[in-house]
């Protein structure tokens, strides 16, 4: 199961590693990693980026948490897990690495400890799969009506990007959990207020009504895994200023 806090997230990630390793000595990292992290050649690049994503993030909202005292001591983990991330390694053998990973060594239990600290910040609910796949779908078809519809080229291009970063995010969530799709709703969010002006004047109602499922779908999300209780609020503005585009 997958959690949406991202130090506990990592922990399943060294444990599904502790079970491949045994099994890949002699085999190089690279080989390992894609075991773990279920990539092919074709995805493993865009799937290994978002593990080293995971570890940054683990890492800034340990920084970011003012509850948090004694950060070096948390952050123990980092220094070394960071560099055992390095493309570096990838070809050198699983052995070198795999008993740094166990569960009575530092990177382990240290990571133990963020996990608990970042729990009362984060919900320990999963994305229903069947709310992953309803987002998905709606964001395939903003994505066709956009291609259709759309005749500003401006608009089309920032529609486009932000559907690849949604789509992006929702191929890595088992990597990097709920954190990646979060900030890529967020940024069509932020998107729609930066360029309100281009939506108003070139959007097409079937575009923006697509734009708006999304958002709508995007934030009961976040609400029912508890993420974005906070900014409720901010987040149903956001959709009613979307409705009144083409208006």
Sequence with gaps: MLKNNPAEQLLAILKNFNEIAPHNRGAPLLKT???????GELDFSERFAQLQFLVEDIKRLIEADDGILKKDRYLAWYPLFSSFLSTAHLLNG?????????????I?????????????????DNIAEEDL???????????????????????KTVIMELVEGIRQALRQY??????????????????????????????????????????????????????????????????????????
Excluded: M
């Design 33 to 39: 990693w894609g075991k773990v992290l279920g990539a």
């Design 174 to 247: 088992e990597i990097r959990g709920s954190q990646g799709i979060q900030e890529a709703l967020e940024r069509l969010a932020g998107s729609i207020i930066f360029h309100q002006s281009q939506f108003k004047q070139h959007s097409t109602p079937q575009t923006t009504s697509k734009v708006k499922a999304i958002l709508e779908k995007g934030f009961n999300i976040f609400v029912k895994i508890g993420s974005i209780k906070d900014t409720l609020e901010g987040a149903e503005k956001i959709c009613s200023l979307v409705e009144k585009l083409n208006q």
């Design 108 to 124: 382990f239990h240290t990571l133990e400890f963020c996990s608990e600290a970042l729990s009362k910040s984060f919900g320990t």
């Design 94 to 106: 699983t052995e070198q690495i795999a008993g740094h990973f166990e569960p009575n060594r530092t």
């Design 133 to 155: 796949n309803e987002i998905s779908q709606l964001v395939d078809e903003l994505y066709a009506t956009a291609k259709d519809e759309l005749k500003d080229p401006a608009l």
